[in-house]
């Protein structure tokens, strides 16, 4: 029997970045043993994703997507369907350690920002009601580099409070650190707040993972996409129909340029110019095959998709989902635009595995390298917050 047994729940899961980086780190770290005792999210197509690659493997045929957590397998093994409004938390089954990735369009810097005043901005507090019901030795919260400054800092300042302390009496040690994923094995420029916490009561000190374990990693664009080359037929390996003038523009474009690129403008026929007032720098850009790439987004209309370096076309979702670190025997679910969301919206698996590698040998008293997290929690909780979950 191992010697650490964790049963994990999950908030916003998506397909299941977090539930494989977390798996696979359980795997690599000897005496600690993970179960997903259960996940939520919102979408159809994301939980039949997280089903067949995470709970499939795990539990057999057997795992469920129900529709309410009253309908989950008492041993684990299922997700429940339904929007985080109307999730009964008090139903879930107990766990040892939470993951949530709550949902981050109000905290972009790529849209309104609105922060704790948009939509999506209170649903953080769902966590900390799993904290504060479930009581788990730690937990893994994800969210946007925007997160830092929504609200004028405010919505940050007030999400770790509430973190800290989701009840009266309980408290956790919180790590939250800007985590740039391309300094962990991930061939892409993906930053993300990543807050880690454990409960204060125990011994367990997490620290920060050091990059430099990761240093020799080759996470250039064009090794992720070619290296071994992906079967035609392959699961999500789509094509997307590219008109005359999406093509003739493209050929216009070298390596690392866009459509707003000055040099590309020049040459480039008016007729192929986009007129917009708005420059967005990643509007049909190109991929560079010896860096990394820019963020993968799970949405977006004409010139968002990510465009190969030489072909002109855009990427499949087979290869965002390479950038993002899934094996290519993660099969998404759904047609090929719920496919491209879930991609998009995921965790990278190999950032989650080496944040979850790191709080297990902390658990372990296995010892690694390690660096100073770049947030500084108390600082930013000095002036303290009094708003109210």
């Keep these: 029997m191992s010697e650490y047994q964790f049963r994990m729940g999950e908030l916003f899961s998506g397909p299941g970045g977090m539930a494989l980086g977390a798996r696979r780190a359980a795997a690599a770290v000897e005496g600690v043993e993970l179960r997903h005792a259960w ?16 709970l499939v493997p795990a539990y057999g045929e057997e795992a469920e997507v129900v529709e309410t957590a009253g309908e989950l397998p008492l041993d684990g093994g299922g997700i429940v369907h339904q929007n ?5 938390i008090e139903a879930l089954g107990p766990i040892e350690g939470f993951a949530f990735g709550f949902p981050c369009n109000d905290y972009s810097l790529v849209g309104e920002w609105k922060g704790l005043d948009g939509e999506f901005g209170p649903l953080y507090t769902y966590g900390v009601k799993v904290l504060a019901t479930k009581v788990p030795k730690w937990f893994v919260a994800e969210n946007v580099s925007g997160l830092r400054g929504a609200n004028e800092g405010e919505a940050f300042k007030q999400i770790l409070a509430h973190l800290q302390e989701p009840v009266p009496g309980l408290r956790y040690r919180l790590v939250p650190h800007l985590y740039s994923f391309d300094e962990y094995g991930v061939p892409q420029r993906r930053q993300r707040i990543v807050i880690v916490g454990i409960r204060e009561d125990l011994d367990t000190v997490f620290r920060v993972p050091s990059p430099a374990m990761h240093v020799d990693d080759d996470v250039s664009v064009g090794t992720a996409l070619t290296v071994p080359r992906i079967p035609v037929g392959a699961p999500n390996h789509e094509y997307t129909r590219q008109s005359p003038t999406v093509v003739e523009r493209l050929s216009y474009l070298l390596p690392g340029e866009h459509a707003f690129s000055p040099r590309a403008l020049e040459i480039m026929p008016e007729r192929l110019k986009i007129k917009t007032r ?3 720098s990643t509007t049909y850009k190109r991929l560079e095959a010896q860096k990394p790439a820019y963020t993968v987004t799970g949405g977006g209309g004409g010139g968002s998709h990510m465009y190969h370096w030489v072909q002109n076309r855009a990427l499949t979702n087979r290869e965002r989902a390479r950038l993002q670190s899934f094996p290519d025997e993660f099969v998404f679910q759904g047609g090929k635009e719920s496919v491209r969301k879930q991609v998009g919206m995921a965790v990278p698996v190999k950032g989650a595995e080496a944040i979850f590698t790191a709080l297990f040998r902390s658990f372990a008293g296995v010892d690694y390298p390690s660096i100073e997290a770049n947030v500084d929690l108390q600082k930013m909780l000095r002036s303290g917050t009094s708003v109210a979950v």
């Design 278 to 280: 708005t420059t967005i």
């Design 84 to 88: 985080v409004h109307d999730l009964d």
């Design 39 to 54: 996940a939520n999210d919102y979408d159809r197509d994301t939980c039949r994703t997280y089903r067949e690659n995470i």
